[in-house]
């Protein structure tokens, strides 16, 4: 009986304390991701070459829980689109292009006072990512697989319950090789097949709404 009072204590608690917060914006990432990185650089004649870290564009949404005044639980779909074209020897254009989506149930501990709040947690989902690649023709692979994350994300008051928001996100994602039907994108200079893992770093703008 005591177990039960105290279980109904600690949902009243946490419901007390129930907020939303609705999160979206975009922004740049930053990726590292060598094995896509090598391929490019070993097989398309080109003087534009890939460097360590390539820059993309980043969305996002999000929508958290308050449980309790320092804990919130959330969850997220972020969109990163990332190309590369270059001319071949005058001749044609190469293009490599990839859309990638990136679910993640997240979790935070959160510091808060009056016109701010400072996030700072992390989470993991899986990833999908749709990939183009155009030499003569248009070549497209898919992939999925997971990816984890951490991140800082402050918010500081605009008028009533609209914030703006700032943040910073590294991530680890490892969608693995893109494949279309059995064929797989390689690498005849390095002799291995081609995977999209990566890792990121994004700074990223937006507006949050709390109610």
């Known amino acids: 009986m005591k177990k039960f009072t105290l279980l109904l204590l600690m949902a009243f608690y946490s419901s007390s304390f129930g907020q939303v917060d609705l999160v979206g914006g975009m922004g740049i990432i930053f990726i590292n991701n060598y094995s896509l990185a090598d391929y490019i650089n070993t097989n398309i004649p080109s003087p534009e070459k890939v460097?360590?870290?390539?820059?993309?564009?980043?969305?996002?949404?999000?929508?958290?829980?308050?449980?309790?005044?320092?804990?919130?639980?959330?969850?997220?779909?972020?969109?990163?689109?990332?190309?590369?074209?270059?001319?071949?020897?005058?001749?044609?254009?190469?293009?490599?292009?990839?859309?990638?989506?990136?679910p993640s149930v997240l979790a935070y501990y959160v510091l808060s006072g009056y016109g701010y709040k400072l996030k700072l947690g992390g989470g993991l989902g899986p990833r999908f990512l749709y990939l183009d690649e155009k030499i003569i023709g248009t070549e497209s692979y898919s992939a999925s697989g997971f990816g984890v994350l951490l991140r800082a994300q402050g918010h500081t008051l605009l008028s009533d319950d609209l914030y703006a928001n700032i943040g910073s996100t590294l991530r680890y994602d490892f969608p693995g090789a893109p494949i279309k039907g059995s064929k797989k994108i390689f690498n005849s200079v390095l002799d291995k097949e081609v995977n999209i893992n990566s890792f990121s770093i994004s700074v990223n703008i937006g507006v949050s709404y709390f109610f």
């Not at 460097?51 to 005044?69: I, N």
């Not at 990332?82 to 001749?91: D, E, L, M, Q, R």
């Open 51 to 102: 460097g360590t870290f390539s820059s993309a564009l980043e969305l996002y949404c999000e929508a958290d829980y308050s449980l309790l005044p320092n804990i919130e639980l959330g969850a997220e779909i972020a969109y990163t689109l990332f190309s590369y074209n270059t001319n071949i020897a005058g001749i044609t254009n190469y293009n490599i292009s990839y859309n990638h989506y990136k």
